[in-house]
């Protein structure tokens, strides 16, 4: 009885019986270690905030379980090919991306997911801030390993947004759009936006980085005075708290599966996708350039994840980069 006693090895025991007590002399037998490491464990697992009932000659009932991205309760019932086949948890760092480079160039898997629960760093497309605080919202990135070209790279960043929106869908019941680029929407309020960074050679693609961020329990206060676009939570739409937990594991399953659809069938049922959820294709809009204001309908995506859009001369523009608002 001397192997090391893990916090998941009692919770796995636990949820093989659901809502029932489990006697510390069957979680001793079962696991191979002493009562009294069984009890040690339990005390811990009540400080991280789980609810374990304790009733004399019937043993120990798990009673319920925080809502804490902590890697024992995201690995449970993940049910994921590639996406999370390794959890790197922080309660706090500068920026996950940062971390899954880090891992990336060590030579972690496709699949590693990094989570923190605050970051002190977090950032957006253009170099933006992205406001990350504690105990409320999910902060992620994945590494993935694509056979790709670094032409097709950005074409990545369109699974994030349909995973993220079929997500809040599953989760809340709410209806997200998604904004070319990277963002998606409540309400025409920016709920999640997202930030791949890639690392790549000539000949191919070494990893890439999905970087997301989801507003899912911030409260009006917590949200800065100087922000550029309005911004909300799926809470503050919802009008009550999601589950950090559940939305996290909800949200790797979509993106696992719409991963091993790209590898599969390529960007085309992606870009089906996507433009399911975007509500201004066929709309006319406004894109700012920064070198220039053009105006016209939008038509979807290309193969490479341009914005294209009929302007109102009739010429049609491919959009690499620049804010859109519809007219």
């Known amino acids: 009885m001397s192997r090391k006693l893990e916090h998941e090895d009692i919770l796995n025991l636990f949820r093989e019986h659901p809502g029932t007590f489990v006697s510390g002399e069957e979680i001793s037998q079962k696991l191979g270690v002493s009562r009294t490491a069984v009890w040690k464990k339990i005390r811990l697992l009540r400080d991280l905030g789980y609810t374990i009932d304790a009733v004399t000659s019937r043993g120990y009932r798990l009673a ?7 890697i024992e309760e995201l690995r449970s019932g993940l049910d994921t090919r590639v996406v999370g086949c390794e959890l790197v948890f922080f309660d706090e760092t500068d920026s996950t991306n940062t971390r899954a480079r880090e891992l990336g160039d060590q030579g972690h898997p496709a699949g590693t997911v990094v989570i923190a629960d ?28 694509p056979p790709i070209l670094p ?9 994030s947004a349909v995973a993220v929106a079929r997500a809040i869908r599953d989760v809340s019941g709410l209806s997200p759009s998604v904004k070319w680029p990277n963002d998606i929407l409540l309400s025409g309020k920016k709920v999640a936006g997202l930030l791949n960074e890639m690392n ?3 000949e191919g693609v070494r990893y890439i980085i999905l970087g997301i961020g989801v507003n899912l329990n911030m409260d009006v206060a917590q949200f800065p005075e100087d922000l550029r676009y309005p911004a909300t939570s799926v809470a503050l739409e919802k009008g009550e708290a999601v589950s950090r937990l559940a939305f996290a594991r909800t949200l790797y399953r979509h993106l696992d599966r719409l991963y091993l659809t790209y590898l599969d069938q390529g960007f085309a049922p992606i870009v089906s996708a996507w433009e399911e959820l975007c509500d201004l294709v066929g709309r006319q ?6 070198s220039r204001i053009l ?33």
Not at 151 to 159: A, N, W
Not at 320 to 326: E, F, N, Q, R, S
């Open 64 to 70: 319920a379980s925080p809502d804490a991205l902590m």
């Open 200 to 202: 790549a050679e000539t």
């Open 285 to 290: 809009v406004e894109v700012d350039c920064q």
């Open 118 to 145: 605050r970051q002190t760093a977090g950032k957006g497309r253009l170099g933006r801030k992205w406001v990350s605080p504690p105990g409320v919202n999910l902060y992620t990135s994945v590494l993935l390993r």
């Open 151 to 159: 032409f097709d790279g950005p074409q990545l960043t369109f699974i």
């Open 295 to 327: 105006r016209g309908t939008v038509e979807g995506l290309d193969t490479d994840g341009a914005l294209l859009v009929r302007t109102d001369n009739g010429t049609r523009e491919k959009i690499m980069a620049g804010d859109v608002k519809p007219l």
